[in-house]
């Protein structure tokens, strides 16, 4: 075989293995913690495909729905009874980046969590839980569930940020007294009430 096209055939192969690898035609799903990116840090909405930012801690607990038609995308969580934990990133937890911890630091914030229950075994009731850090948290509050999206809210009094690095958090679970228990997240609204103290 010539030099020529030896070189040629191997050059062609290796951009191959790099188109391949780079795979540019795929949907790339959002992941990591949520930041207001170039938007607002006192006001963030994690929806649609944001969703994909939920992490599922210690157990495989969650899947995404996409949306169809008029149906909006979801977050599925599902819980076994024998999961019990308390802190809220040892289950399905959304990180919250630097920037919006920046912002709701010293100030009363409110979240927002858009979620019904759903699927054979419907949690009728689910908890939430905003972590800052080792700091403060507020513990898990919970819920009753329908069978339609409803929002449901918990305040909280953010402290300082602190020396520590870290970040924030906020946990979401179905109750599941027996069996196993399921819910969707169609949105988790994170704003600020009040200014800096």
Same mark, same amino acid.
Do not use: C
């Given at each position: 075989?010539?030099? =020529? ?47 994909? =930012? ?28 024998? /999961? ?13 980046? /630097? &920037? +919006? /911890?920046?912002?709701?630091?010293? =100030?009363? +914030? ?27 948290? %507020?513990?898990?509050?919970?819920? &009753? ?15 300082? #940020?602190? /020396? %520590? ?6 946990? +979401? #679970? ?7 228990? %399921?819910?969707?997240? #169609?949105?988790?609204?994170?704003? %600020? ?5």
């Amino acid at each position: 075989m010539r030099d =020529r096209v030896f070189f040629a055939l191997a050059f062609i192969l290796a951009s191959a293995f790099i188109l391949m690898a780079l795979n540019p035609f795929s949907e790339r799903v959002p992941t990591g913690p949520v930041s207001a990116g170039a938007g607002n840090a006192e006001d963030v909405t994690v929806k649609d495909a944001e969703l994909h =930012r939920f992490q599922p801690g210690n157990f495989d607990s969650i899947s995404f729905v996409a949306a169809s038609g008029e149906t909006p995308a979801a977050m599925r969580i599902t819980r076994q009874a024998t /999961e019990e934990y308390q802190d809220p990133r040892s289950g399905p937890h959304l990180v919250l980046a /630097e &920037d +919006i /911890e920046f912002a709701m630091e010293n =100030r009363q +914030i409110q979240v927002d969590v858009e979620a019904r229950a759903a699927g054979e075994f419907a949690a009728s009731q689910f908890e939430a839980n905003y972590f800052a850090k080792t700091e403060q948290e %507020t513990g898990w509050k919970p819920f &009753d569930l329908t069978t339609e999206f409803q929002t449901y809210r918990f305040t909280f009094d953010a402290p300082p #940020r602190g /020396e %520590t690095i870290g970040y924030d958090y906020i946990g +979401i #679970r179905p109750i599941a007294p027996d069996k196993h228990r %399921t819910m969707e997240v #169609r949105s988790v609204r994170i704003h %600020t009430l009040t200014g800096k103290k």
